[in-house]
């Protein structure tokens, strides 16, 4: 029950785009379309911003967006705001129940 | 608006049993999963379990021989026991409100955690 592999951390300055990846095998993302995502400020409880791999629950901003490609997801956050940064998490089934990635740390320059 | 406390002890001795439970509000608790997750310190998040009011559960073969998650409906609540703790479980807990049957497998609620030492 290997971690997903997520690019330990990304920055970019406001109003620019990053994309964030994370990759498994076939018997979790390659497999399932149970891509999520999760958004965490330090100290505080994650928060979903994407599921199923592609959708945003009510109340997410359209600026983040999921995708998927064999064994790689990736969420893109366009038109970065300050309050973007933080630690990013993947999450996907994997058969038994779901695994985590190991988290990419966003920093809003 | 669905709202979900932790509650339970802050230390535990190792070799011991660790038991949490989760009070939901604004939300019936049938229709749900409902998960526990944890995070240790400066690390990632790991999926410990989850259950639902059916008896049915789900837990990562990590932990498996040690955890259990199990439903009340009637106080709209549920629960986390795991067994023979080491300092290794030392951790955030986080329960979470986790899929349906037509979109089974993300946690869209979550608790705002509470800390568990094992001493």
């Known amino acids: 029950q290997s971690a997903l592999t997520q690019t330990r951390s990304v920055s970019g300055s406001p109003g620019q785009s990053v994309t964030i990846s994370c990759t498994g095998t076939r018997n979790d993302i390659g497999g399932y379309n149970y891509v999520s995502w999760y958004h965490q400020h330090p100290g505080r409880a994650p928060s979903l911003v994407i599921y199923d791999v592609t959708k945003r629950p009510s109340g997410v901003p359209d600026r983040f967006s999921g995708s998927k490609s064999g064994n790689t997801a990736s969420l893109t956050i366009s038109g970065l705001q300050a309050d973007d940064d933080g630690d990013y998490y993947c999450?996907?089934?994997?058969?038994?129940?779901?695994?985590f990635g190991e988290g990419t740390k966003l920093t809003v320059l | 608006q669905v709202q979900l406390q932790e509650s339970g002890p802050g230390l535990v001795k190792a070799s011991e049993t660790l038991s949490l439970t989760c009070i939901v509000s604004?939300?019936?608790?049938?229709?749900?999963?409902w998960s526990w997750v944890r995070q240790s310190a400066g690390k990632g998040l790991e999926w410990i379990g989850r259950?639902?009011?059916?008896?049915?559960?789900n837990y990562n073969p990590s932990l498996k021989s040690r955890v259990s998650v199990s439903l009340d409906v009637a106080r709209s609540q549920f629960s986390l026991k795991v067994n023979s703790v080491t300092a290794a479980d030392t951790a955030i807990y986080y329960c979470?409100?986790?899929?349906?049957?037509?979109?089974?497998?993300?946690?869209?609620?979550w608790g705002q955690g509470t800390t568990v030492t094992v001493s």
């Open positions: 604004g939300d019936s608790i049938t229709r749900n999963w």
């Open positions: 999450s996907s089934y994997a058969g038994y129940g779901q695994v």
């Open positions: 259950a639902d009011t059916s008896g049915a559960t």
């Open positions: 979470a409100r986790d899929g349906t049957r037509s979109a089974p497998w993300h946690m869209d609620v």
